[in-house]
Every structure is written in structure tokens, then in C-alpha cells.
């Protein structure tokens, strides 16, 4: 009997605390990041094949790789992510058939890389028959991705994908803790409502910009030591913020971070970027910042409810797609399917 696995991990906003979640921070200090899942999604599917060698077709990308032995897999650009899955689990030689797609572009900021690694983990263990918590799920993306393979990067997007929903995220040297927060219906609903979020149709390379990021830290650059302690301490403020439903701070809290992210380096931002957040900030637009490392990808705005459209019709002036959206709460979420029935 034909088995298909399915895997599907959110995407995430980060409102806060980004940066401070990269390793050489966490080394000396503790990092924090507020974030949030929404309801796009990386997706896995998983056929095991007869053959064993594996297949891969990733819909984002339009490319299709076939993996001879996966003790023999040679890391070369094309689908390194699904490669180092397999070493870092040591799969062995089972044949699969394996389908990626995203809601997202490629450097989207939304976190689509490790949600990608999220689900595949995922998927892996559901064929295993293994359950493990979101914890491991997260643990084994982050070895996967900065271990493995040796991206730069943060870790929140991870343990954001893994769990879903509104967390508080704090970083050590050797310990992750999430601490999911119990929002007031009214304040996801207030909030939902005031959120506009923009892809600017402007893509970017993380890596780059972190690398040189990671790089300033550790030369003990002190505008940058500086200003990731100041997003960090906008990490806490934001949590008070958002437990009391406090929009007007959240507001500002967002704006405030946005301006110490950019100091972090000259790439963060673009002159096509600061005109579009200017704009919005013209138009009425009470906070927001871009989201992930920078140079592209989405924007993420705060407005009065009332104002949200207008300000919309601006920005898609500006060439910016809106794009609708709701929380997700439920983090992966995997399911098994016989013969095109759900195994219940």
C-alpha cells in the first residue's frame, strides 16, 4: 500500500529582538525575540520509493535533483537544505520521493528557509513513526541549517516555525526557551486588524548581510554591540506591550527597532526601502519595520484601521503587493495518507 507523507510549517513576523538571536550574541549574552506565525506555509511531501535513491522536485525554485547514495551528497547550491536533512538524520539509503513548496519567494524575510527545514524534519520522523517535541523539531532544523550546512543566521525562525503562535523567545549559550504568550482575543483581533503587511517585490540574500553583522560583533564593533543590546531591551518592551494591548508602544517599539536594525549595517536598508517606509509613515502609518535581515523582502506595517486601506492604495502605488493574512497558532502540523485516504 502506497504511503504519502505531508509536512507544513508556518511562516513567521518577527516584531522584535532580531539579531539578537545569532550565535556569537547568545555566546556572552542572553538573546530575546518576540514573534509571531501566520497562516503561509513551507510544505514537504514524502513518497518512499522502491529505488533507493532520492528525488527531489522544490516547486520555488524549479529545480529537480536525483541523489544517487546520500552518504555520497556533495553540497553544490542546488537543494543543500533537503541534502543536509538527510545526512543530519542519517535517512541511510531509504528511497524517497519528495516535493517542497512555499507560500513565499525565496528571501521573502518571512522565515521560508527554516520552515522548509522544519517541515522536512517533521515529515522524516512522521514516516519513522518517531514523535518528538517541538523543541527537538526546532533543535534539529537549527543543526541542520547553522551546523550542517554552515549558514549564517539567527535561530528564532526555527523554534517560531516549530511551535507557531505568539512566543517569547529567550536565547542562551546552551538553552532555548520558549515562552508562548496567551494573547486577550481582542488584542490578536486589534492587532490583525491594524497590521499591513507588504511585499516590497524586492528579494534579498540574508546571509550576506548577517555575515557581516556576526563579523562586527565578534571584532567588538561597538555600534553594533551597542544597538543589539538596545533591540534586545525592545524585545521585553514589546512583550509588556502586547500582553497589555498596547498598540501605540508596539507601534513605536517597531519603529524604534527599525531604526537600530539599520545602523547594524549599510546593506539593511535601500534607498527604494526608505522611501516606501517613509511614504507609509506619511500616510499615516503609526510603526513598522522590514522584516528578516534586510534588503528586501516584506514590510510590515502598524496602522489605524480606519487609515489601513488608504494607506494600502499608497503603497501599491509604490509597486508593493499587499498580502492578506491571519495568525497561525498551531505550529507543523504532519499527517499520514494511504492510497489518497487520511490516516486517522
Known sequence: ????????????????????????????????????????????????????IVRVHSHDYNLQEIFQKISDLKYDGKLDLIKAGFKTLGFGDQGFDITLHADVTPGSGLGSSSAVAVALVGGLFQF????????????????????????????????ASAFGGFNFIEFKKNSVIVNPLRLKPQITHELLASMLLLDTGKTRLSGDILGREIEGFKNNESIIVENLQ??????YDMKDALVKGDLSSLSEILHQSWIYKK?????????????????????????????GAGGGGHLLLICDPDKKDTIANHMRKKGCQVVNFNFDTEGLQTWRLEENKVVV
Do not use: F, W
Request: net charge neutral.
Open 263 to 291: 545602523s547594524l549595517d549599510k546593506s539593511i536598508s535601500t534607498p527604494i526601502i526608505d522611501d516606501l517606509y517613509d511614504t507609509a509613515r506619511k500616510e499615516g502609518a503609526l510603526g513598522g519595520k522590514l522584516l
Open 230 to 235: 538596545k533591540i534586545k531591551n525592545l524585545a
Open 1 to 52: 500500500m502506497s504511503v504519502l507523507i505531508r509536512s507544513r510549517a508556518p511562516l513567521r513576523i518577527g516584531l522584535a529582538g532580531g539579531g539578537t538571536d545569532i550565535i556569537p550574541y547568545i555566546e556572552n549574552h542572553t538573546g530575546a525575540v518576540i514573534c509571531t506565525t501566520i497562516d503561509r506555509y513551507a510544505y514537504v511531501s514524502l513518497r518512499p520509493a522502491l529505488e533507493k
Open 128 to 159: 519513522a513513526n518517531k514523535t518528538i517535541s517541538s523543541y527537538e523539531v526546532a533543535d534539529t532544523a537549527v543543526k541542520i541549517e547553522r551546523i550542517e550546512l554552515g549558514l549564517q543566521g539567527g535561530l528564532q525562525d526555527q523554534y
